[in-house]
């Protein structure tokens, strides 16, 4: 055999209720302080990835977006690091020793404030698995996209997934799992208001351990962190939009605060923010019974994913009419994870080993 078969994936990213912040390694395992709990999104947003690996590949090439990025450069990020260590590792597992050839497309566009890394590190380590015919588990799939970015091994379920801290020091008891199918509450909704489709200033891992190591508040996160995980369960057991409501906004503005306690600050709300969190408690308030009805939670930038049910989609949205600065809404019920693609959905020109839509 010269070559794999080109297998192709798609995964979609999450967002946290319970948020990952802090980690105990920086080495590159990704193991967090606290639990984290999420739902997965569905194919609203997503990334494909399709890769392979042949004898007529000279050297491992990742294309994202239609431009090479060169994993193998000497400047490269964090994140590009890990992941071609997570593809050493894998290819390692196998009897294959080509090249990839790995071509990945978001179909939200990049900068349009959606972290692109969780859905990303998923969709590469399944399609992985599947051309090296690995035969991991999820579980230990999701091992690997921990290593590539934390919250990426969360967008290895669909529905409601909860991410194991752990307590090993290899990292090898970190996953997650799914808790809820996402049938179990289909009418959940996220509703994200993008305000800035920048990139952030400060990214996730440099963030993550500026606060662990210079905010005092964040010495108080960990364990407020894994006390919402056990209410946020009973939440979603009892579909208790009231109570799960209260939790992520409690949750959020709890890391954002240990983030502005951060020395020098980290500071990833806007103005535009701030107002989407004044007129979602004002919509709550307003309520005749004193029940929430939909709450804020905001990951390491400043776009809102307001967390309702559809019942209250209208209501949610008519809050947000007037907000300075909303350049668009997207809507997202949970998704069912990631899958592998036929072949003939592949983003890759075998001929020229090339995307087939070079942009
Ligand atoms: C989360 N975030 O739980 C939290 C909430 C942002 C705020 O996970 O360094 O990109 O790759 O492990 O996963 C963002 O951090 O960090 C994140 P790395 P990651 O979703």
């Known amino acids: ?11 979609t990213p999450n967002i946290a209720f319970i948020k990952y912040w802090g980690k105990r390694d920086y080495t590159g395992l990704n193991t967090p302080n606290n639990s984290s709990i999420s739902m997965t999104l569905d194919e609203t947003v997503k990334t494909t990835t399709s890769v392979f690996f042949s004898s007529k590949i000279k050297k491992d090439t990742i294309f994202i977006n239609g431009v090479e990025d060169s994993i193998l450069a000497k400047e490269v990020s964090e994140k590009s690091r890990y992941m071609n260590a997570i593809l050493n590792k894998m290819r390692s597992l196998s009897k294959i020793n080509y090249h990839a050839l790995i071509v990945s497309e978001n179909n939200f566009p990049s900068g349009a404030g959606i972290a692109s890394s969780a859905s990303g590190a998923a969709a590469l380590v399944i ?9 991991m588990n999820t579980k230990e799939l999701s091992i690997m996209a921990r290593q590539i970015s934390g919250s990426a091994c969360r967008s290895l379920y669909g529905g409601i997934v909860k991410w194991h801290k752990g307590s090993r020091d290899d990292g090898t008891d970190s996953y997650a799992e799914q808790i809820f199918k996402k049938e179990h509450w289909k009418e959940l909704i996220d509703i994200i208001a993008i305000v800035d489709s920048g990139t952030k200033k400060i990214s996730s891992s440099i963030g993550h351990e500026a606060t662990v190591k210079t905010s005092t508040l964040y010495k108080e996160r960990p364990a407020f962190a894994e006390r919402n995980i056990e209410e946020i369960e009973k939440a979603i057991k009892n579909k208790d939009i009231d109570l799960l409501s209260r939790i992520i906004m409690k949750d959020s503005n709890n890391m954002h605060a240990t983030m502005l306690d951060t020395w020098p600050p980290i500071m990833y709300l806007n103005d535009s923010s701030k107002e989407i969190i004044y007129n979602i408690h004002e919509l709550n308030d307003s309520q ?3 029940k929430y009805i939909a709450g804020y939670t905001f990951d390491a930038g400043p776009n809102a994913h307001i967390i309702t049910t559809e019942e209250h989609r209208d209501e949610v949205l008519d809050s947000l009419k007037g907000v300075k600065g909303i350049k668009k809404i997207l809507e997202s019920h949970q998704g069912a994870g990631p899958r592998i693609l036929s072949k003939d959905e592949s983003l890759l020109n075998e001929s020229t080993l090339t995307p087939k839509k070079m942009k």
Do not use: D, R
Not at 127 to 135: T, Y
């Open 127 to 135: 399609a992985l698995n599947e051309a090296l015919s690995l035969k």
């Open 288 to 290: 005749k019974n004193e």
């Open 1 to 11: 055999m010269t070559e794999t078969n080109i297998v192709t994936s798609i995964a």
